[in-house]
């Protein structure tokens, strides 16, 4: 919603429920022109230059953004995506991350660090009482944990293929430690429309059931082709 939509609405909802009031006498007198006085301020402030300015400004960084783009299928996702920005966009389902997932990975990557493979020795001197999961093995993770990877439910059916661009500004909190259920959440951060195509920024957090604590978060960039 933007400024101008704000104050109509907040103009309107004001009206609304001095209407529902049932006041008489001189409280209602001045109730009304309270509401005279209020109204009157809003109309002046959106009839004001400045915020005329602000619309503009708002519908010339959209041409902006449009600007050179020949296929209709990006303006149209852009748009519709556009007031999801900054707001959570996906929360996944729980999946328990046991020592044979982490034995898998240690074999298939050659990381057999014994905080990870070695239960008995983990249990004795690790500082987190027993093994945990790569912090890689969480990070390949990803897709699986957003559900982005089932052909029948692709997240953006809209586009014909999403590539992979890579992932900023990747973190490891705090370690999963074997058996620990993990799930992911996902808040869009940011959209650049292109001539064929359209980027996306995904903030992918990844938690811990029972806690509060982040075990994972990344950036995750996306390029949708339409």
């Not at 109730?31 to 809003?42: A, E, G, V």
């Not at 783009?69 to 149209?76: A, C, F, G, H, R």
């Not at 052909?151 to 590539?163: G, I, S, W």
């Amino acid at each position: 919603m933007d400024v101008i939509e704000f104050l109509k609405e907040k103009e309107r909802s004001l009206k609304t429920r001095i209407t529902a009031l049932d006041l008489k006498g001189s409280s209602s007198e001045h109730l009304r022109q309270l509401t005279y006085f209020i109204s009157h301020s809003l109309n002046n402030t959106l009839n004001n230059a400045w915020v005329s300015r602000i619309k503009l400004f708002s519908e010339q960084e959209d041409e902006q953004a449009f600007q050179g783009l020949m296929n209709p299928k990006v303006i149209s996702f852009y748009r519709n995506w556009q007031d999801r920005l900054d707001k959570e966009v996906f929360v996944g389902e729980w999946m328990t991350v046991d020592q044979a997932r982490i034995d898998s990975f240690a074999g298939v990557t050659g990381d057999q660090q014994w905080i990870h493979t070695d239960p008995a020795r983990a249990r004795e001197e690790s500082p987190f009482g027993d093994t945990i999961a790569h912090g890689f093995l969480v990070l390949s993770l990803l897709p699986y944990l957003t559900d982005t990877v089932d052909p029948d439910k692709p997240p953006y059916p809209e586009a014909r293929m999403v590539v992979n661009l890579g992932l900023d500004q990747v973190r490891f909190p705090h370690p999963v430690k074997c058996g620990s259920r993990i799930r992911a959440r996902t808040t869009l951060k940011s959209m650049k429309p292109g001539k064929r195509s359209l980027d996306m920024v995904n903030r992918i957090q990844v938690e811990v059931e029972g806690s509060k604590r982040i075990v994972c978060v990344a950036d995750a960039v996306l390029r949708l082709y339409f």
